[in-house]
């Protein structure tokens, strides 16, 4: 078992979000992964991200092999990876993935952690089975075991094992919490191996709706619906649900996926009572999850199509794509995300004005109508006479350039490119407006890109 | 006994004779006979638990004026339900009540009903503009002993705009004296050149002397109309491309305006140059004959009060204008979070355990000094919106007090969320609240809150509701589950 548990050497290096164009210094880390069949390596997305270099060691092997990552998931959290030469799986068996392990039974995990560089064993039971928040994406939950098996870093990516068969793919703990770590479980890890196999990621669905208890007696009276029972309440959607028309506020759903729901919102899955959302990430993307339904007073059955969305993607950790940005006379544009507003410093809520975390995280929830497909930033200003008289330098969200309402950083190129007035007009979502002469800064822009060694003025 | 009185009443009449003689003798004042010692007791609310009172005592310090009257600042007498008054530093102490207050102005005027009271105290003489800086002393009775402590002039400047502040000017110095900020005497020589109004670190603020002169002065003559302010955002115009932009003659100068109010007839994108023939530049500052550069801001209160008229000089579309206005109360109604209401004891309205409150200044205050942060991010940002149409203020879910009655909204989810509508009425107060609650719908009360809010609606049972109601109170310990305006 455990010689099919390698372990992976990583280089990475991680963009500078507020100086896009440059990077940080290259990093060194290391986790664990495991052969799964078809010749590949199963690891954490956490342990390959921003990857510039992977290189594998076998057990008690001393040779380097190189790896590439084929397919990654960041959000939950597992990558695969090919090697590229083939003799690398010569006397591996490929491990089996089983079923979502009973809690309090035993488990091992397996890897190389930190502390030695020989393959380690821990043994441990399943401690309990909830839905968890992910931590390397950071905005999402996913069904996760916890286990008081010791799981360190380096033992990231690596299996945990019942008897012969994968059980889970170790990958967090929680500091400050001891004899506690998390393994993601079949489930989730077949969900994306089953996703990938038409050659393209495409990630886990979701339903864009808020789903609350339904336990208020006033409450299942007022919907027709005995004081107590079964049934959780579909409190609000999100405008893309609500588009799509199928569910509607105040739906109270009985079943999901063939689940019963409880009335606080939970499902029982294979003896555990977790969230009902777990079930919602059952289906693939273009899949339909069939749900049975009280409206109106009445049970209804509707299946409902289930999408992969990528609107709150922004409010996630972003990874392996490098950010997207326009440099334009010197003034630094790039899009808002999580990762923008991290450069704050660890309090960045306190340091980010109230427009920008507005923007971020409230308004396609509250003013979906105003909402932003990519709401642009003024990231940092690089001083040349050209720009030194505008004031409001860095840090600022962008409204209008040159009259023009921007919607993503294509419309503020545009914008600026296509302006033929004397001056350019920012405005910035505080209302505060700064101004640069048309033809001094086209004159200026091609020698600060220089004076700066940027190496293009944008990345799209 | 008889005799014992007598030789009383003789021994008062030389102390005042006494301070007679030190009055004129101008440059050996000491303060004694102009300050006194004020010990407040208030209720102090808490506006997150707005049924719970608590008993806080405050001292502070008074400045004796002619007119037996005292003034102090208007910190820490909110709510007030005693003021005590001490002379001399010890004794006997004397029950004085507030005439005046006003708390954007920070000052109040108290009184003593008893008019020995005043037999033996001197007014104080205020420095006017041209005398505050140069030797600065700080004064306040301490351990029954008055206390000098040097402090030294740093600058002018504006008092920020925390809430609904009106701006006002504030001498800034620096002293060592520890735990300043309760009205101590900042003098000069034997001039009051002002009331400590607060201390941060080492530098004491002051409210300098020749406002509390016009203050008191407007006041006697019964019209004093409160402060003025300006209700437009601007931002400097110190990028020549934004005022070539806007095609301005001549050197950038003045400032842009970017939000304009309701109350002032200035346009989106005027450039103001002057305000009452002062000239602004580029900063948005001005130069105060007596205090220097300070913002433009303070030209709303610079000898102005709400009502009277100011004069600007605009750029508007290509030309230049002049524009007359009154200058608007600063009462801040057009803002969403309703100003602090001093001396008014919080209101609330409780339903079934859910506790509203309105979204007010002071109930964002209660999460502390660094409630921006603190606060939850929602209801911090509506503090930066302006009231609308057909919902001037809101009213917010602040507490839900756990009864069987109100199970599954008991969870964090339904704490702090803004209500937008009951039984199908939109809801900017709690009067609005109070009448809705009256009318259920078909035997339930339904709460629906704003788009986005972590919970959208709440649903009640309209006939167990007085029966819950009962119940809460007594369990709770809650007097009385409504006070409304």
Known sequence: MGRSVVQVLVYSQTPIWDAPWRNNSVGASSGSGFVIKGNRVMTNAHVVGWAKQIVLRRFQDPRPWLAQVEHISHECDLAILKVENPDFFDGLNSLEIGELPKVQSPVITCGYPAGGEQISYTRGVVSRIEMQNYVHIGNKAFLSVQTDAAINPGNSGGPV???????????????????????????????????????KYDGFPKAGVRIVSLQNPAYRKYLGLPPTGDGARIDSLADYTEKDGILKADDVILEVGGHRVGSDGTILLKGNRVYCTAAFQEPQDGGKLKMKIWRDRTEIEVSVPMKVRK???NTGNLYDIPPRYYVYAGLVFTPLTLDYVKTFGRNWRNVANLEMVYELYYRKNEKPESARKEPVVLAATLAHPVNA???????????????????????????FENNDKKQHLIKFGSGTIESLDTEKANQAHKSILETYSIPSDRRL | MKITKNIFAVLALITANQAYSQQSATVSTDWQKSIVLLDVTRNNHNFRVPWDKRAQSVSKFGLVLEGRELITTATGLANHTLIRIQKGGRGKWTNGKVLWIDYQANLAILGVENDDFWNDLIPAKFANAKGLKENLQVIRWRGGNIEKRAAEFSRFTVADANFNQAPRIELKASSEIEGAGQAELMVSGDLVVGLVASKISGTCSVIPAPFITDVINLRRKNNYKGLGYFDFIWQPASNPAVTDYFKLEGEPRGVLVIKPGEKTPLKLHDIILEVDGFPIDIQGDYLDPNFGHVIMEYLACRNKWAGDNVNFKIWRNGSIKEINFKLPKADFSDNLVTDRPNDVEPTYLIVGGLVFVPLSAEFLSSWGGDWQRSAPFRLVFYNSQKAKKDQKSLVVLSLVLPDFYNIGYQQRSSQNIVIEKAN??????????ASAVQSPKDGFHIFEFKKGSTLKKIVLDAEKLNEANQRIAKRYGIPNLQKLK
Not at chain 1, 161 to 169: A, L
Not at chain 1, 389 to 410: T, W
């Open chain 1, 389 to 415: 008289d505008i004031r409001l330098a860095s840090r600022a969200m962008i409204d209008k350039i040159n009259g023009k309402r921007i919607e993503s950083l294509e419309d503020l190129i545009e914008a």
């Open chain 1, 161 to 199: 094992f019942q008897g012969d068969k994968v059980v889970g793919v170790a990958f967090m703990g929680i500091p400050g919490l001891e004899n506690t770590g998390f393994f993601i479980p079949p489930s989730v890890v077949n969900h994306f191996l089953i996703d990938i196999e038409d050659g």
């Open chain 1, 311 to 313: 609107e709150e993607e």
């Open chain 2, 424 to 433: 199908g009425k939109m809801i900017a107060s709690l009067e609005d609240l």
